[in-house]
């Protein structure tokens, strides 16, 4: 049976038990594993009180239930974990939201909103940011609650439930908002004592210079003490923030007093206010009291104007408002950053978080409507610090500013510091982040707090406070949107572990801050949202693409949505509305070792035509034993093996006694509802051994089967099978009575994709329609012929497989022409009026069983001279080369060199202008003519080495000119045999060989018409195909394959089919491995046999990456021995060269695998397999004895395969190479003495 059934039911055995725990089922995680008396590390295990069960049961469960204490849970915190979460709800969540959200706001910006938006507007601005902040609250509160939080707060949430690359993605971005916000912080703390300090302070006048360099000093000065503070400790600073927090509600509580006391009088207009004030008339503004009500109507409705503090006096609008009044109020986050060192973050954050919201919410609307009632808005539009000057006592404004803005600010750093170190920790930059762990000491990050320090410092290079603040509220409000979208997700797609304890949470308020938040982030800056999400978008795509940490099984939320979506379809899709207009096959493959069926698999992939595709295998044993059931390295290497080779399937695994029930299994099981397989495809019974692919195209890469030679052995020919024939048929006969269609797959063992890719217009698509159910000549379009078309159809609008010809074979009515012919147009007009493009061709003879047109290249008229009458005569090589004309020439200098720009001893193609170099040769040098062209060259010598015994052929592309004529007379000389096409356009090729006084040569070839063999010239020669079957070596020259390949591919592929065939390919030249490496590398893994110079190897394996320049020959002979070779899967006698040793007859034939032959000059020959290597020494000749070193590469060949030919040991075959070489390196041009 072929691959794809006959191992279908190979017992495969589990070593040892996965301990880890995948799903919360009890007959997985307890009973089974108790049933198996295995007890699994740290796991409960399941205990039943006797008192509920019955003594008439109890005796059966006795056997397999387990009365064992509960393991300790592997989730406990250690001792040290347990001394770093040291802070409540008060220091660690309240304290630190509360003075975040009040931060720069309270004291610097109260009158900046009232005195611009107005009153009303301001509390209707309060109560859109209160509202997206409580639903977001209520979101970090519902998460929170719904189990272990870690250190990394918003960002370990919504990782947790978002999936590494949008967790990753947004939790970036939140660090960034948090470093934003200490910038915002900071520059507000700086104003603060400048307003104080600065020329006209209100404390102490001109203490403290003023300037935008000044002012980042100072703020720059505050950021340095906050990473001191980080430094010694976070947790040291949270629980002093109560003590900071009381301050400064003290101070707000001055405030308030001086509003309600102080009686009216004019507060003077600070003097850096240049927008209204000036050196010759100071203005001030009005404090009025609650002592008259204009004031307060003043204040009532919006009144925009100038800002004076941005540097171009912008004028502000209802974003921009927003923007300051956001940006105020974003702490909500504080106590959540926090939540490595809280004690129990599942309580404290949703009961300090929202405690500090409703407090602060309360602060800002008492305040609001003092400012409104008391101030002019004169005041508060051109003295953002009013408050300074209306306070009874100034200091306590002072005391307010500089704490709630550092507090705020050294908040938001060792908030976006955890952020970063959580990134970190969890790998999602890999090792960009890397140092960021090494600093870590006592749980404290001090390396993250340094690097995000520096990134404030940045942020402070913006100056202006209102700027950085929308800034700050787009970055804050995106992160808040995810948040939503991470509460919103679960509870759309149903997930039945989202549980929150949180009862306040709801997807409404999940949906409506996730609307809230994106509509206000283009409300502030549709510039800053717009980037902000572009950002993100390109992190999301980065980090899914090359984060280490993408693979990371955190339980992503799209796994959860995609099964919600899938369920619901499913439901909706009906099989009574089945119509045979939408008919899809839908596939279930069994497959017996996904080894041996990897061009099934992907054949069959492309057969379904997005119709459900599910590959099958059948386990013989039982359910009841342990070793039969599929583990999880067998399922893991499954659905690998479909990922690495993009098929878009299913895995269904069954356990049966026998492979015919466990087919029943799959076939009545695969699938859901109406998605059930209709078509059931299994390989065909034959003889034909297993081979493992994987091993043979070295694709170990392919899946976690390459890695394990123990998944799914492959059967060798003593395997016991688990079908008899007698039962496969049963099988079929099962399926049909299943009303499922059936295909058998035979020798797809064979299928070369990258055949189908290179030569398709020159390859076609057969369909025998026949009627397999007793019908006549007549039935063309019974069911199944129907079936056979419309799977054609379908393989035909794959890309892989569409430019095929599709071809529809009809069989001949015996002795009726006129009925052959009716039923001929009968079928024509049948495929036309189904809409298929196919051509009719009726049968005129059988062809013999293994022998089929598709495999030989289509026939044509003989082109050529030296046709070989003898057709079964053997042949010994058959060459694909560049045919040349060598002229020969000998110069005392090298001036002819230098004169057109040649390279001494190497080999070029001229360029248009050295093609004069041909006329100044032959009309200024002696000329000797010799067939050339490195492959006609080894020909030429290996007829005379082996005496014309075998013939040799050349197959290649001249024209018929005189230089042609010239080439083939001196082929037949030589006993050459050709298969030339002739070219009009072009001239026959040449090459003049320059010998310089030293014995070197300089090669410089015009191809010409060489350089245009195509595959409709291959096609063009009749009995090509035949003299490669009849070869006992296939020479592919590395010039001809580097401007034909498909010709030099399609020879190859030929030639691997065949058994017993030495495919040799040829390097020819060191730029041809520079400049077509990638191209080289499919040639030879096709090749059993390369040849080249060390030069040309070297250069080769440098561009594949497989070398340094220093490495030994034999090294890098060994590396290339060692890339891919594809093994001729039909080659039933195969040898490694190892097989061969202490022989003294060598089979070269049975070769199966590469060998190496590297040509050193002076310093010998090294031959290498992908294990081993042989170095031979060279007999050196005296400098003067040196004639001319053209074609020294080619005779050595030559000698090496006139050896090859006659089974002699790899030893004589490199030593009368060598002799061969020595010998043509004493004449002038690549020849044997006469």
């Not at 408002?321 to 956001?326: A, E």
């Not at 699938?671 to 051994?689: R, V």
Request: glycine content about 6%.
């Amino acid at each position: 049976m072929d691959d794809a059934m006959d191992v279908m039911g190979t017992v495969t055995h589990d070593e040892s038990f996965n301990s880890a725990e995948q799903t919360p089922l009890l007959s997985h995680r307890r009973l089974i594993r108790s049933l198996s008396s295995v007890q699994p590390p740290n796991h409960t295990v399941l205990r039943i009180p006797r008192r509920h069960v019955s003594e008439q049961n109890w005796t059966h469960l006795s056997e397999f239930i387990h009365y064992d204490e509960p393991a300790q849970t592997p989730n406990e915190e250690n001792e040290e974990q347990k001394s770093h979460r040291t802070l409540g709800s008060i220091a660690g969540v309240f304290s630190p939201v509360s003075l975040s959200m009040f931060s720069a706001l309270l004291f610097l910006r109260v009158g900046f909103l009232i005195g611009h938006a107005g009153l009303l507007e301001t509390l209707l601005q309060f109560v859109i940011a209160y509202t997206i902040l409580i639903f977001t609250v209520t979101s970090v509160c519902a998460i929170s609650t719904n189990g272990a939080i870690e250190g990394g707060g918003c960002y370990f949430m919504i990782s947790r439930t978002l999936g590494p690359e949008f967790g990753g993605s947004i939790g970036t971005l939140f660090c960034l908002a948090n470093i934003v916000s200490s910038a915002l912080y900071l520059t507000g703390c700086a104003e603060g004592l400048v307003e104080n300090f600065g020329p006209s302070g209100y404390l102490v006048d001109g203490a403290f210079p003023d300037g935008r360099w000044w002012r980042f000093l100072y703020a720059s000065t505050i950021n340095l003490v906050n990473i001191v503070v980080c430094l010694i400790g976070a947790a040291a600073f949270a629980k002093a923030s109560a003590v900071i927090l009381g301050i400064v509600i003290v101070c707000l509580s001055v405030v308030v007093v001086s509003f309600l006391a102080q009686p009216a009088f004019e507060v003077p207009i600070p003097e850096a206010n240049h927008l209204v004030q000036n050196e010759t008339m100071k203005v001030n503004g009005s404090f009025t009291g609650l002592t008259t009500s204009a004031t307060f109507y003043g204040n009532l409705w919006p009144n925009y104007g100038q800002d004076y503090t941005s540097p171009d006096g912008g004028l502000v609008s209802f974003a921009t408002v927003f923007g300051v009044l956001f940006s105020g109020v974003t702490g909500i986050m504080a106590g959540a950053n926090m939540s490595g060192e809280l004690k129990d973050p599942s309580k404290s954050i949703p009961r300090g978080t929202l405690s500090a919201v409703g407090f602060t919410g309360l602060v800002y609307v008492i305040l609001s409507l003092l400012t409104a009632s008391t101030c002019s808005n004169f005041l508060l539009k051109n003295d953002y610090l009013f408050m300074m000057g209306i306070c009874v006592w100034k200091p306590f404004v002072t005391v307010g500013i500089v704490t709630a803005t550092w507090s705020a600010s050294l908040s938001n750093l060792i908030g976006s510091s955890r952020v970063l170190a959580a990134l970190a920790r969890d790998d999602i930059f890999g090792s960009m982040l890397k140092p960021v762990l090494r600093g870590t000491y006592k749980g404290n990050p001090w390396c993250s707090v340094l690097f995000v320090a520096v990134l404030v410092e940045f942020c402070l290079l913006i100056g202006s406070l209102n700027v950085i603040a929308q800034l700050n509220s787009v970055l804050f409000l995106l992160s808040y949107c995810a948040t939503n979208l991470a509460c919103l997700m679960p509870e759309l797609s149903s997930a039945p572990n989202f549980r929150p304890t949180f009862q306040y949470f709801t997807w409404h308020t999940a949906l409506l801050g996730l609307t809230g938040t994106m509509v206000m982030m283009f409300v502030i800056n549709p510039v800053y949202a717009s980037v902000s999400l572009l950002l993100c978008l390109i992190l999301i795509i980065m980090l899914h693409f090359f984060s280490p940490a993408r693979t990371a099984n955190w339980g992503s939320i799209s796994q959860a949505i995609i099964f919600h979506q899938v369920r619901k379809y499913l439901l909706l899709l009906d099989s009574r509305k089945d119509h045979v207009k939408f008919w899809r096959p839908q596939i279930l493959l069994l497959v017996s070792n996904p080894r041996s069926s990897i061009p099934l698999i992907s054949f069959v992939n492309a057969l379904k035509k997005s119709g459900l595709y599910v590959l099958g295998h059948v386990k013989i044993g039982s359910v009841t034993d342990p070793d039969s059931i599929t583990t999880t390295a067998e399922h893991t290497a499954w659905v690998d093996l479909i990922e690495r080779l993009k098929i878009k399937g299913f895995v269904e695994t069954t356990v049966s006694p026998s492979v015919r029930e466990g087919m029943h299994h799959l076939i009545r099981l695969s699938g859901l509802g109406a998605m059930k397989p209709n078509t059931i495809c299994m390989g065909f019974y034959d003889s034909h051994p297993q081979t493992d692919l994987l091993y043979s195209l070295r694709r170990d890469s392919v899946s976690s089967l390459g890695a394990d030679a123990n998944l799914y052995p492959v059967r060798d020919s003593n395997h016991q099978r688990f079908v008899s024939p007698s039962e496969y048929v049963a099988m079929v006969k099962d399926i049909i009575r299943l009303r499922k269609n059936v295909c058998l797959c035979r020798h797809f063992h064979t299928l070369d994709f990258h055949l189908i890719t290179n030569q398709k217009k020159s390859m076609y698509m057969d369909v025998w329609p026949m009627n397999l159910f007793g019908g006549q000549y007549s039935d063309q379009f019974d069911t199944s012929s129907l079936f056979q078309l419309q799977l054609a159809c379908i393989l035909n609008m794959v890309p892989v497989w569409k430019d095929l010809e599709l071809r529809v074979f009809l069989l001949p009515s015996p002795g009726n022409e006129k009925e052959t012919l009716r039923r001929q147009i009968q079928l024509r007009r049948q495929l036309k009026e189904l809409r298929i493009k196919a051509r009719v061709v009726v049968a005129t003879n059988t062809l013999s069983d293994g022998q089929q047109s598709s495999n030989k290249m289509p026939s044509g008229p003989i082109i050529g001279n030296g046709h070989d009458a003898e057709s079964s005569r053997p042949v010994a090589v058959v060459a694909f080369c560049n045919a040349l004309l060598d002229m020969s020439i000998s110069v005392a200098d090298d001036s002819l060199i230098k004169k057109y720009g040649l390279p001494c001893d190497a080999q070029i193609e001229i360029t248009s202008e050295q093609q004069s170099l041909f006329s100044e040769v032959l009309h200024n040098y002696p000329v000797e003519y010799v067939a050339g062209g490195s492959a006609q060259n080894t020909l030429r010598i290996l007829c005379r080495l082996v005496n014309n015994k075998w013939p040799s052929y050349v197959v290649a592309k001249i024209a018929n000119d005189p230089v042609g004529i010239i080439l083939q007379k001196l082929l037949a000389q030589d006993g050459v045999q050709t298969r030339y096409v002739f070219d009009e356009n072009l001239p026959t090729g040449c090459c003049v060989a320059i010998v310089r006084p030293d014995g070197t040569r300089c090669l410089a070839a015009n191809i010409g018409a060489a350089r245009e063999f195509s595959m409709e010239n291959l096609e063009s020669i009749n009995d090509v195909t035949d003299l490669i079957d009849r070869a006992r070596v296939l020479y592919i020259e590395g010039f001809f394959a580097s401007h034909s390949p498909d010709v030099a591919m399609a020879a190859l592929i030929r030639g691997h089919s065949r058994c017993g065939l030495v495919r040799l390919f040829s390097l020819s030249a060191q730029y041809i491995c520079l400049q077509s490496h990638s191209l080289l590398r499919r040639f030879l893994s096709y090749s059993n046999l390369v040849v080249g110079n060390e030069d040309e190897f070297r250069a080769l394996a440098q561009c594949a990456g497989l070398v340094n320049h220093n490495e030994p020959i034999a090294s890098v002979a060994r590396k290339i021995a060692d890339l891919e070779y594809i093994s001729p899967v039909n080659q039933v006698q195969s040898c490694l060269l190892a097989d061969f040793q202490g022989s003294a007859d060598w089979d070269w034939s049975k070769l199966n695998e590469r060998l190496v032959v590297v040509t050193c000059g002076a310093s010998g020959v090294v031959c290498a397999t992908s294990s081993d290597s042989w170095e031979f020494a060279a007999v050196k000749l005296q400098p003067e004895e040196i004639k001319d070193t053209t074609g020294a590469g080619d005779a050595f060949l030559a000698g090496f395969l006139s050896q090859l030919l006659v089974s002699r040991p790899l030893d004589v075959c490199v030593a009368t190479g060598q002799q061969t070489a020595r010998i043509v390196i004493t004449q002038v041009g690549c020849q044997l003495p006469l």
